[in-house]
Every structure is written in structure tokens, then in C-alpha cells.
């Protein structure tokens, strides 16, 4: 992989986490129908009140979004075995470019999953129609990218802990907030018609920081982890 240079590296790490992805099939298989129960489970809870449902449909799915989507991220993280890192280092390869492609996978999965969702949401809460809701697309990308990126970097940070399973949640939990907020923040806006552009920006630099961070920290945190 040295050879190819570091996109090419990013692309064969993405490559081989979504043939593992596909032979185990746990983040699509399993992930997402729990994803999707939930949401089901949440009307039982509220009742039959349509206009509450309608109201609260779209932060639910960005809630649920949110959870399952770090299970997503933590099982890309959870996989990487000591064996497989050191079959990496021996092959060369840049851990800038196991970031970007781990990053990768997991964001194609996280945005799997959020397209199921979507039709579940609509089916159940009925939010009615939502001015502009094209950004909503944009939206779903940059949390998608802001999860996988926060959940890799976390699962980074925590390699070779042997608390590693409790502490990389811990770790995704809060930094995850600012994407939270960020998307409830644009439904609301497109609802009431405002301006976007404040909470687009946070999600779209919330994702470059930690993008930038993941891959200046991918070195010395491999090193750290030996």
C-alpha cells in the first residue's frame, strides 16, 4: 500500500473495513433494525397526540441518529486488533491515511443507516413538509462525516487501553453535542425560515477541527499505543 501514496492507502483501509463490514454484517444488520425500533418505540411512549409526533419526529431522528450512529462508529473502532495494526505498520502505511479511510467507512455506514431512518421517521411522526428541506440532505452528510470522524479519533485516542470499550464512549458522548445542536438548530431555522448559515457553519467546522486534529494526531497516537 506504501507504493500508492496516501489517498490510494485511505481508499484500501476503506475498502477492506467495508469487506469485513460486509461479511459481518453487525453495523447494517443490527445497528440500524435497533435504530428503527427505536423510533417505533418513542409514539408508544408519547401516545397518539399527531401534532406532538410531528413536532418532535425530526429531533428524534437526530437523537437516534446520534446513538446508534456512535454503536456505528465504535464497532469500526473496536475492530482494529492489534495484529491488524501491526500487518499495517509492517506494510508502511501512513496512519494519517488508516484515519481517513476508517473516517471514510464509517461515514458510508453512519449515512446507511440515516437513510433508513428517514423513511421510518416520515412513516411514523408525519412531520409535514419543511421549507427548504433539500439542506436537510447536507445536513445528514455533515453529521454522518462529524460522527465517524469523532468516533474514529476517539477510538484512536483509546487504542491499547485495556478500558478501551468503556472509555471511547465516554469520550464520543460530549464531543458529539456540538453536531447535535447544530442539526436540531437547522430544522428549526428551515421551520421558522431562517437563516441556516450559523449552524451550518459550526457543523461544517466542527468537521474540519477534528478532521485536522485526526489526521496531525494519527502518528504520535499509533506511536503512544506500541
Keep these: ?23 459481518a454484517g ?23 397526540d399527531r401534532p406532538l409526533l410531528a413536532e418532535v419526529g425530526p429531533g428524534m431522528f437526530l437523537a437516534v ?7 456505528v462508529a465504535f464497532r469500526q473502532t473496536a475492530a482494529d486488533t492489534p495484529p491488524q495494526r501491526e500487518l499495517l505498520t509492517l506494510l508502511g ?21 440515516e437513510i433508513v431512518l428517514v423513511p421510518v421517521t416520515i412513516l411514523l411522526y408525519n412531520p409535514g413538509r419543511i421549507p427548504n428541506w433539500p439542506w436537510l440532505i447536507l445536513v445528514m ?4 462525516g462529524g460522527l465517524a470522524l469523532v468516533g474514529t479519533l476517539a477510538g484512536s485516542v483509546t487504542t491499547g487501553l485495556r478500558t478501551r470499550n468503556t ?17 436540531a438548530q437547522v430544522v428549526e431555522a428551515l421551520r421558522r425560515e431562517e437563516s441556516i448559515l450559523p449552524w451550518i457553519t459550526l457543523l461544517a467546522t466542527m ?8 489526521v496531525v494526531t494519527a502518528r504520535p497516537l499509533e506511536e503512544s499505543s506500541r
Design 1 to 23: 500500500m506504501k507504493a500508492g501514496g496516501f489517498w490510494q492507502q485511505a481508499k484500501e483501509i476503506a475498502r477492506k473495513d467495508l469487506l469485513v463490514e460486509g461479511r
Design 26 to 48: 453487525e453495523a447494517l444488520y443490527i445497528t440500524i433494525p435497533f435504530g428503527a425500533v427505536a423510533l417505533m418505540l418513542i409514539p408508544l411512549a408519547i401516545g397518539t
Design 65 to 71: 441518529a446520534l446513538l446508534f450512529g456512535m454503536l
Design 93 to 113: 502505511t501512513d496512519p494519517a491515511a488508516k484515519f481517513v479511510g476508517r473516517t471514510a467507512t464509517s461515514t458510508l455506514l453512519l449515512l446507511a443507516f
Design 141 to 144: 452528510v455533515l453529521l454522518a
Design 167 to 183: 472509555l471511547t464512549p465516554l469520550l464520543v458522548a460530549p464531543l458529539s453535542m456540538p453536531l447535535l445542536l447544530g442539526s
Design 207 to 214: 468537521n474540519l477541527a477534528v478532521a485536522v486534529i485526526g
